[in-house]
């Protein structure tokens, strides 16, 4: 489909959208009229930008079904998000959604090389949580096997890898890597097991992760995206070229968006990621920001798919710093770090400010086998670092090299930032 | 000659030597020779001790960054010039010294020295003082 095809499709389904949420949700129709805006203001995609934002504290609000569009009697499924903090996030979906939701997960499997031959275990939680599920949809509709193996019982997970000849895979990178930890704890090794083909989300994993997943499992790891507010995973995927996950953009609209100033950013820049679910029925959502850092890149792919693409996620926007006036993001950091096998993967940021100008200070712990006996090569080392985090962050920072053991590690929400300016 | 030295990286924080001599002391191991090298933010302390393996352990235990180098250990005569006729052999040979350190007893000196060619090095000394330990 070429660009200008695709924008009409969207422009149009942007205005029935519109149309639909004005009439059956009380909370956008006030917001748009609030905003003098009506249905017949949008006709194009980028009329979109007239359009108010979404946030998760909004469906927090109306918590359960506020934002529902749909009729109770027309919504066929319910998720659920975990909310650690305050309300969970209720999705309900249509008949419609759950067939947009099989088309859209299988669209990314067969970008994967899954065919009906393919034996795929799922490997996300089954249950509130989109992940199972909506992937077991996906592998249903292309017509592979799926084995709902779920989460838990990983030396079951292991034998029927083995026993069945399983070709695919989908659960979290880290579990991917836990997996392939037990199976050499096991006495076996990638060669007892059939895997090809991975699919692995949930959580922001790295280059160097995805190479060891391949190396240790015998398999393609490929990226899965997704969010249950906007439908779950199956909003983008990468395809064999593995440069930026390809988004169903005909169903979810993106836009990346300055965190601080709401302004939209140009294709290329890293800003917060924004979803208009185009043709959703359930719940369907207005420009919702999902507070992942990310940027979209528009040039052609080699596979010859003209979506648009997502480059990898690289953070949270809410632990954004400000540091000499320049947006800092703790993953950007992080991700440089998590990509330098010269370092523990844990790190701690410190913000001061000395004569009127910000500092950063990066501490990282030396892993053991790169410790040297020359000074010369710790400060390369430290260099190395510090000239990674300038090209990434805009800023230069100072890198520390800290002692094993002296960083606290990350239990749950970990400390990783102490900011001591003090502005008077 | 090839002695094995233990470095340890250490942080530039007050006290920080003394928890490592607490620890060898704890553990009744007595340093032979030991030196610092510093810069900005970390140093790295260098020792010659008798027992390795014992001494790297319990280091490590107590969460110490340490490594094991093989280092030359060279002992010559407690005298002027002694060390300088050496250095110039090596020199002469090509052998870069990355560092040194040395303690003198009352008619001997013993060197540490850190080539950048461990084998070369100690073979042109061997050669030069076959009596070498």
């Not at chain 1, 956008?28 to 009506?38: F, G, N, P, T, V």
């Not at chain 1, 190395?384 to 053991?405: G, H, T, Y």
Request: proline share 4%; hydrophobic share 40%; charged share 25%.
């Amino acid at each position: 489909m070429s660009r200008d095809e695709m924008m009409d499709l969207q422009g149009k389904r942007l205005h029935k959208l519109v149309e639909l949420v004005y009439h059956h949700v009380p909370f956008y129709r006030e917001k748009l009229q609030a905003m003098d805006i009506s249905p017949d203001d949008i006709h194009t995609i980028e009329d979109i930008v007239k359009l108010p934002f979404t946030t998760k504290q909004d469906l927090r609000d109306n918590y359960p079904v506020g934002l529902q569009a749909a009729a109770q009697s027309e919504i066929v499924r319910i998720h659920a998000s975990s909310g650690t903090t305050g309300n969970p996030t209720i999705v309900g979906y249509t008949a419609k959604d759950i067939e947009i939701w099989k088309e859209v997960a299988a669209r990314c499997l067969t970008a994967y090389g899954v065919t009906r031959n393919d034996i795929f275990s799922v490997g996300y939680g089954y249950g509130l949580f989109t992940g199972g599920l909506g992937v077991h949809n996906g592998v249903e509709y292309v017509g592979a096997s799926v084995v709902p193996t779920s989460t838990g019982n990983t030396e079951k997970h292991l034998r029927l890898l083995r026993d069945l000849k399983i070709t695919g895979i989908a659960c979290t990178p880290s579990y991917a890597l836990y997996l392939a930890e037990a199976l050499e704890k096991s006495g076996m090794t990638k060669d007892d097991i059939s895997l090809r083909v991975g699919a692995f989300g949930a959580e922001p994993w790295t280059e160097n992760m995805r190479k060891e997943i391949e190396s240790r499992l015998g398999l393609q790891a490929y990226n899965i995206y997704g969010l249950s507010e906007i439908m779950g995973p199956g909003v983008s995927y990468e395809c064999e070229y593995k440069n930026g996950s390809h988004i169903c953009e005909d169903h979810f609209y993106p836009e990346i968006l300055d965190p601080e100033t709401l302004e939209p950013l140009g294709r290329g820049k890293t800003g917060e990621l924004v979803f208009t679910t185009l043709t959703k029925t359930g719940m369907p959502l207005l420009r919702y920001r999902t507070k992942d850092l990310t940027s979209l890149m528009e040039d052609d792919c080699p596979c010859g798919r003209t979506s648009v693409r997502m480059t990898r996620i690289i953070g949270r926007s809410d632990d954004m710093l400000i540091i000499r006036g320049i947006n800092v993001f703790p993953s950007q950091v992080e991700s440089v770090i998590l990509d330098m096998p010269e370092f523990e993967p844990r790190y701690m940021l410190v913000v001061d400010r000395v004569a009127n100008l910000d500092t950063l200070q990066v501490q990282v712990e030396v892993r053991k086998d790169y410790f040297s006996d020359e000074i010369g090569s710790m400060l390369q080392l430290k260099k190395k670092l510090a000239d990674r985090l300038k090209s990434i962050l805009s800023i230069s920072a100072d890198v520390k090299l800290m002692e094993p053991n002296s960083i606290p590690r990350s239990e749950g929400k970990s400390v990783r930032i102490v900011d001591k300016r003090r502005l008077d | 000659m090839i002695t094995r030295q233990i470095s340890i990286f250490l942080e530039n924080k007050r006290g920080r030597i003394n928890d490592v001599t607490k620890v060898l002391a704890a553990n009744n191991i007595n340093m032979e020779a030991f030196c610092i090298a510093e810069t900005s933010d970390f140093g790295l302390m260098r020792l010659i001790v008798s027992e390795v393996d014992r001494t790297v352990e319990v280091l490590r235990k107590a969460d110490f960054a340490v490594i094991v180098t093989d280092v030359v250990s060279l002992r010559c005569k407690n005298v002027p010039g002694a060390l300088s006729s050496v250095l110039e052999t090596l020199a002469a040979k090509d052998i870069f010294i990355e560092y040194m350190y040395a303690f003198s007893r009352q008619e001997t000196a013993d060197v540490i020295i850190k080539p950048n060619d461990l084998a070369a090095c100690v073979k042109i000394l061997s050669e030069i003082n076959p009596d070498n330990r």
